[in-house]
């Protein structure tokens, strides 16, 4: 095998790795992205509610005066790399980059939500109670985010596979009598309440916080949460002769920040009940 991998083959293991990539991260599209950043910060722009006021005849009007913050989100360079040992295989075969590319991806893809989850802050906690996840539970989040006039699209709510399995053995979920959403015969629970439910296994970079039995899961907007990009995934692939391997390496240069509170509540669930 030559030590020089041919430009069409590294191409061709760059796209495979960010078509991989797509399926990798699952909050991504959950939250209000931009990409292209420049530099190692970014400010998302949070615009304050207006107050609609009465003009006297002939009198001038009344600016509403609405506040304009930047939300400070710091980016920070992350790599995925790996060795591919050419005395293993004669050449990067098909399946082998295949192999490697989900592997880079799906290192890729949890870190980034991992970043999403470590910059959430609630604006409300509701407190575990000593139950799990619960219809009452999943009600009064609805309630806060309602009081705080959030949008009714784009809300999420990210939990532990604990809470999918405490809904799935909830009546008012499951039976046909409440939900029209066919929930056994998935197997899992897309939309409910007005949520999209993305369910967060157990990871090594974190996942969704955890102290003794009490687990933290979090509904938000769309909106409330940033993340920004300044280096999209991409790959390199490179011969390293002190170690007579290939080095194939994946990278991103992202952060995540909160941009409005009043968006998020944590809903903390007891994962014993």
């Known amino acids: 095998m030559s030590i020089n991998l041919s430009s069409a083959a590294a191409a061709q293991f760059d796209a495979e790795v960010k078509h991989a990539f797509q399926t990798a991260g699952k909050l991504r599209p959950t939250v209000r992205t931009r990409t292209g950043v420049v530099g190692d910060t970014h400010y998302f722009r949070k615009m304050g509610k207006g107050l609609a006021n009465q003009k006297a005849s002939q009198s001038d009007v009344t600016p509403m005066d609405i506040s304009h913050s930047k939300i400070t989100c710091t980016l920070e360079n992350w790599l995925a790399p790996e060795y591919t040992d050419?005395?293993?295989?004669?050449?990067?075969?098909?399946?082998?980059?295949?192999?490697?590319?989900?592997?880079?991806?799906?290192?890729?893809?949890?870190?980034?939500?991992?970043?999403?989850?470590?910059?959430?802050?609630?604006?409300?906690?509701?407190?575990?109670?000593?139950?799990?996840m619960t219809l009452a539970k999943i009600a009064q989040t609805s309630r806060v985010l309602n009081d705080a006039g959030v949008p009714s699209g784009d809300r999420v709510m990210v939990c532990s596979a604990q809470a999918i399995e405490k809904m799935m053995n909830t009546s008012g979920i499951t039976s046909a009598d409440y939900n029209a959403l066919r929930?056994?015969?998935?197997?899992?629970?897309?939309?409910?309440?007005?949520?999209?439910?993305?369910?967060?296994?157990?990871?090594?970079?974190?996942?969704?916080?955890?102290?003794?039995?009490?687990?933290?899961?979090?509904?938000?907007?769309?909106?409330?949460?940033?993340?920004?990009?300044?280096?999209?995934?991409?790959?390199?692939?490179?011969?390293?002769?002190?170690?007579?391997?290939?080095?194939?390496?994946?990278?991103?240069?992202?952060?995540?920040?909160t941009i409005d509170s009043d968006g998020i509540v944590k809903v903390q669930i007891d994962e014993s009940a």
């Not at 880079?104 to 799990?132: E, H, S, W």
């Not at 897309?190 to 933290?216: C, H, P, Q, Y």
Request: aromatic share 8%; hydrophobic share 45%.
């Open 86 to 132: 050419i005395f293993d295989a004669a050449e990067v075969n098909f399946d082998e980059r295949v192999e490697l590319a989900q592997t880079i991806a799906g290192a890729m893809g949890r870190r980034m939500d991992q970043l999403v989850l470590d910059n959430l802050t609630a604006g409300t906690t509701i407190a575990n109670g000593g139950t799990n």
């Open 183 to 257: 929930v056994l015969m998935s197997g899992q629970i897309d939309t409910f309440m007005g949520f999209n439910w993305v369910m967060m296994e157990s990871r090594t970079e974190g996942g969704l916080a955890k102290a003794a039995n009490i687990r933290d899961c979090f509904a938000f907007h769309k909106s409330a949460v940033g993340l920004a990009i300044g280096i999209d995934i991409s790959t390199e692939v490179n011969y390293v002769p002190a170690k007579t391997s290939w080095l194939s390496t994946g990278k991103m240069k992202s952060g995540a920040a």
